[in-house]
């Protein structure tokens, strides 16, 4: 009998973790098919790189109004049904970027397509770190790994629209299509009753120092994730100059998917402490490798780098996050995912101005510095914790 309910209690927890792994692999292809084709809206709109900074600066402002409703649904509801309906508006959202055809529709459809973004990360987030803690061993490193393989399906998927003359009206449709049928068809095999009960309100008054350490973290890292999603194609088709300007991105999403799989051994070989500093020097290394040699193979190595640097920044602090003694996983995640998404949102507007005011080749330096700051801030979050 106690054999049974043991398999039973393995089988569903296999369950929740391949459907969760479903829906960050989904949320990594509708992620990529946007922003690999931010050179296409650029083109189409007619945008300087000032400008399509400020269609851009659209998504933080976006994610930032959306922390009082996300800190709501942690409170009110298990993480599965945010989840459900973040995916649903995304993908819905995604389409009607696609068919935009003035400036404004086109920003009414990102701020919508961000806020949504925000919700189920954070809900998916959650359910990783709550799920987490059913298994003995690591493994919030390959649900990121999976987003980031479907951020290379994503490209992919992309590349072969492009090359077959297929418009981004098309294109999106399919994606948006295929992720509500697939998110209806998974939800119901989700992690159910994970609701927390305290540590939901946001405390006003001195900032969470272990929090903020955290925050500042997944904010560097993000802007040089956001800056690689947002601007890769860009910086390949107008400084490196080849038409298949979704290569550097495509190498970036495969280094850092294939580092992401491999983050949770290296977590528990060489230590968090160590993985940060690692991981800076490779982003602002692979960074300054593509500014000083602008070719198309510097470029690549360039950006492979960057790829394996930014992998592990995020899913350990997310692991991290969770054990906040004074925030339930699903509130902490929420703060802290506030910092990430203003950096992977804000991260490119930032650029734009920048490249718009010298050049893009220039611009990209911002990059190398955010990637170096991650060193400073993680000495600063262990001293906190040893403290």
């Given at each position: 009998?106690?054999?049974r ?20 692999f ?67 959202f ?51 790994a ?29 994606i ?14 989700l ?27 997944t904010?560097f ?107 339930s ?59």
């Amino acid at each position: 009998m106690g054999d049974r309910i043991s398999k039973s209690r393995l089988d569903e927890k296999i369950k929740q973790r391949i459907a969760l792994s479903i829906f960050f692999f989904l949320a990594g292809i509708c992620f990529s098919s946007w922003a690999s084709r931010i050179p296409t809206i650029k083109l189409e709109m007619s945008l300087n790189d000032a400008e399509l900074g400020s269609v851009l600066l659209t998504m933080p402002i976006s994610s930032i109004s959306g922390l009082p409703f996300s800190g709501w649904l942690v409170s009110k509801f298990d993480s599965r049904w945010p989840l459900l309906g973040g995916f649903l508006v995304h993908a819905i959202f995604l389409f009607i970027i696609g068919i935009s055809d003035s400036v404004l529709f086109l920003v009414v459809a990102i701020f919508f397509f961000a806020f949504s973004m925000r919700v189920q990360n954070i809900a998916i987030n959650t359910q990783s770190i709550m799920l987490q803690k059913k298994f003995d061993k690591k493994i919030v490193g390959s649900f990121h790994a999976l987003w980031s393989l479907g951020g290379i399906a994503g490209v992919g998927f992309t590349t072969l629209m492009i090359a077959n003359g297929i418009g981004i009206k098309h294109h999106l449709l399919i994606i948006s299509i295929t992720t509500l049928i697939i998110s209806f068809f998974t939800f119901r095999f989700l992690q159910k009753g994970d609701r927390a009960t305290s540590g939901n309100k946001i405390t006003l008054g001195k900032p969470d120092p272990h929090i903020m350490a955290l925050g500042f973290l997944t904010l560097f890292a993000a802007i040089c994730e956001g800056g690689m999603f947002d601007w890769s194609g860009v910086y390949f088709k107008e400084v490196i100059k080849v038409e298949l300007f979704t290569a550097g991105y495509l190498v970036f999403m495969i280094c850092m998917a294939f580092s992401r799989f491999m983050s949770d051994w290296f977590m528990h070989k060489l230590g968090m402490p160590t993985m940060y500093v690692i991981s800076a020097s490779l982003i602002a290394s692979g960074i300054s490798l593509a500014i000083i040699f602008p070719t198309f193979w510097t470029a690549m190595i360039g950006f492979s780098l960057v790829g394996m640097g930014t992998a592990s920044v995020i899913p350990m602090t997310f692991i991290l996050a969770g054990t906040s003694k004074k925030y339930s996983p699903g509130m902490a995640i929420s703060i802290i995912a506030t910092y990430a998404m203003f950096g992977i949102l804000a991260g490119p507007p930032i650029i734009g101005y920048l490249a718009h005011a010298v050049n893009l080749r220039v611009s990209f330096i911002f990059l190398a510095l955010s990637g170096m700051a991650i060193v400073p801030v993680s000495k600063w979050f262990f001293s906190i914790k040893r403290g």
